[in-house]
């Protein structure tokens, strides 16, 4: 069984239902108006209630920042690669070697405040981890489609054969500024981790690559959140000035 604590990571599991939501547990004399939204969704929903102390959710939790409310809930739910192409302009992320559950959390926000339509990863047991996936994404892991993938660069040709470019984050004498990229068309957007950055098999794939041109002289990479959020909202740019 999972923990989530706090009750933006609830609302999440509640609204996004990737996932089963076995028992909310809310502290007895929690009574404003987050809590009530989370009540009358668990009447909906049929989930079982338990009011209890502070103390009792406290042993539950990992840390004292859950509010006064945690929710058990069974593994998340995955998707599948056709989910991430369910909107008329897709704009796809692969996430490779981002293993940090807060750094992944942050691109996850960062992804579906951008209009992301799905993130393909490797596949990865993050049940030990997900609560705080989950709060560090301020619930958009939840929201996002996730295709946890057996096969990265298979599922990345996959989508390229169904009319994706695929951009890949990563420095080589050929690489355009991301600003000259073309993010008004359906396109993946590869981002690896600064440790070891995108593997052979996918970057044998790309069709352009994409760098971050910096301020000033610097050979340091940025980290995974950092890049996703710059690129990404370079999207929402483009894609704004398009309509």
């Not at 990863?121 to 295709?147: N, Q």
């Not at 169904?162 to 050929?174: D, E, F, I, M, T």
Request: with cysteine; proline share 3%; net charge positive.
């Amino acid at each position: 069984m999972i923990v989530m604590e706090g009750a933006l990571s609830v609302k999440a599991v509640m609204q996004a239902r990737r996932r089963l939501v076995e028992r909310l547990i809310i502290d007895e004399k929690k009574k404003d108006r987050d809590t009530a939204f989370i009540l009358r969704l668990a009447r909906q929903q049929g989930i079982a209630v338990e009011r209890t102390d502070r103390q009792r959710i406290h042993s539950l939790a990992s840390g004292h920042t859950h509010g006064g409310i945690v929710a058990l809930v069974q593994p998340r739910q995955y998707q599948n690669v056709q989910d991430c192409l369910d909107q008329p302009l897709p704009f796809v992320a692969v996430l490779e070697g981002i293993e940090d559950p807060y750094n992944l959390g942050y691109a996850f926000r960062s992804l579906y405040a951008a209009g992301c339509s799905g993130v393909l990863t490797a596949v990865r047991d993050w049940s030990a981890a997900e609560s705080t996936l989950v709060k560090s994404s301020a619930g958009a892991s939840e929201w996002l489609p996730w295709c946890q993938c057996e096969n990265l660069a298979e599922s990345v040709s996959a989508l390229r054969r169904q009319g994706c470019v695929l951009y890949c984050a990563q420095r080589s004498p050929q690489a355009i500024d991301y600003f000259d990229a073309q993010f008004t068309q359906p396109f993946i957007l590869a981002i690896g981790g600064e440790r070891r950055g995108l593997g052979r098999e996918i970057l044998a794939q790309s069709d352009q690559n994409v760098v971050i041109p910096y301020g000033r002289s610097f050979r340091a990479a940025l980290n995974g959140c950092s890049a996703v959020a710059a690129l990404s909202f370079e999207v929402v740019r483009q894609r704004r000035n398009r309509a």
